[in-house]
């Protein structure tokens, strides 16, 4: 038997989207979730649970996460950077998602979208959320914000999907590569009569797109054959092949949520608006 998705979300963050003077407080939700089939490593032997070490490679010996810096190698030297040293940098200490700009939608290039959340309203009257959406939607375009997490600006574009207002962050714009193929400066001619014939082609394969058609094989297929071995009793017992941590296998692990944990890092502080916006 496979565990799925309840349709229940859990918040992951609280805070308010502000442009000019208006507050929207909001609840933030992730919008998508992995389907993949957990796997564990495994000793061929015997079935043993693979556990690995964080290992000094001065001294040999193996190391707490809470005795780990961070470093940055420059042209042959290491710079150490501890944990007070990057506590000293600048943050954003603020649970607003600010709006920097409304920009046309065509405008926002898809190869710079990252990952998507939900925005639900979090006060008594859902009134300026609404009036937000409709606006976007009137007047077709995307909200560009701006927000900190974990002491790194983000940039996201706020659209709507549905009656729902949708954050998803952005790549800077260092971050996405130039494509610059060669062959594609030649000069090639395409003649009327292959480009009709490309087009007619297209034209047979043409639909509305309905992604509940299409299945990730590959996992079911995977799901088919675990429950296979299940059934013809090709299995250990949780104990003898993970050990101490049985308990916490069965339940299927600790799992963390990223932003969860970035929560913890981003001081609490009260909604207001930016003195330049007052």
Partial sequence: MWLVST???????????TFGLVNVPVKVYSATEDHDVPLHQVHEKDGGRIRYQRTCEVCGETVAYSDIDRAYVDDGQTVVLTKDDLAALPAEKSREIDVVEFVPSDQVDPLTL????????DSKSPKAYVLLRK?????????????????????????????????????????????????????????????ELSSSLVDSYSADFDPEEFVDEYQKELRT?????????ETFDVAETFGGDAEKAADGGEVIDLMEALRASVARSKEKRSKNAG
């Fill in 225 to 233: 054959l675990i429950d296979a071995k299940i059934e013809a009793g």
């Fill in 7 to 17: 349709g229940v979300m859990r918040t992951i963050w609280k805070g308010a989207l």
């Fill in 114 to 121: 990252d990952k998507p959340y939900y925005l639900e309203p």
């Fill in 135 to 195: 606006t976007l939607e009137q007047t077709d375009r995307t909200a560009i914000v701006r927000f900190t997490l974990r002491q790194k600006t983000r940039l996201a574009a706020l659209r709507v999907r549905g009656k729902v207002l949708v954050l998803q962050t952005l790549l800077w714009s260092d971050e996405v590569r130039e494509a610059e193929f060669p062959s594609l400066d030649e000069d090639v001619r395409i003649s009327k009569k292959e480009l």
